[in-house]
């Protein structure tokens, strides 16, 4: 095999691969609940956790029901993320503020929409505001645009939530997750 050759199928390796690295991580860390709204780009994940007989996946009608999910997780004793796309980050602000009255360890991985060859105009505003409201409501912010970098940063936003209780969210970017089609 050519070096070209070899290199690219590393990279797409590495690309379908990253979703198998986020749910190793969350199984490290002891992730039971998994509430999540349905989403394309966490398909891979999604599936992951719902053959998984310790973690629970839990289908959403709205995002902000999952940040109180997490609450009642905690308080029940186990660890949870929260799946998301970013459209769904403008239906939390309110909830988010459990994060800090409760100061218990909350991660969400958010894939993002509005960002790379977005086609849906609606799609960019929340898209382009995600990392803002997140910060004023408190939550760390990490991001991944590669698949490169999906488990360092994953691993790291893990640590940071369990352990140090520091509110954090995952931003996988749409150009790692790529980006929706419109077809007729």
């Known amino acids: 095999m050519h070096a070209r050759t070899e290199a690219a199928a590393e ?6 691969s990253w ?3 986020i749910f190793a991580i969350l199984q490290r860390f002891d992730v039971r609940q998994v509430p999540y709204v349905p989403d ?23 995002e902000e029901e999952g940040v109180a999910l997490l609450a009642g997780a905690w308080a029940g004793g186990q660890r949870g993320v929260l799946l998301m796309q970013s459209s769904g980050v403008g239906n939390c602000v309110n909830m988010l503020s459990l994060t800090q009255i409760f100061r218990f360890p909350f991660l969400t991985l ?11 105009p609606w ?19 990490l991001r991944a645009s590669h698949a490169s970098e999906v488990r360092e940063v994953v691993e790291a936003a893990a640590g ?15 150009r790692l997750i790529g980006a929706k089609v419109f077809t007729k």
């Open 19 to 21: 979703p198998e690295e």
């Open 40 to 62: 394309a780009g966490h398909s891979q994940l999604i599936d992951r956790v719902l053959g998984a007989p310790a973690m629970r996946a839990v289908p959403l009608t709205t």
């Open 160 to 174: 940071q939530a369990y352990n140090a209780c520091t509110p954090t969210a995952v931003l996988l970017s749409q």
């Open 110 to 120: 958010v894939t993002m929409r509005g960002e790379w060859g977005e086609f849906n």
């Open 11 to 16: 990279m797409a390796e590495t690309a379908s």
């Open 123 to 141: 799609q960019v505003p929340m898209g382009s505001s995600t990392s803002g409201v997140f910060e004023l409501s408190g939550i760390k912010v």
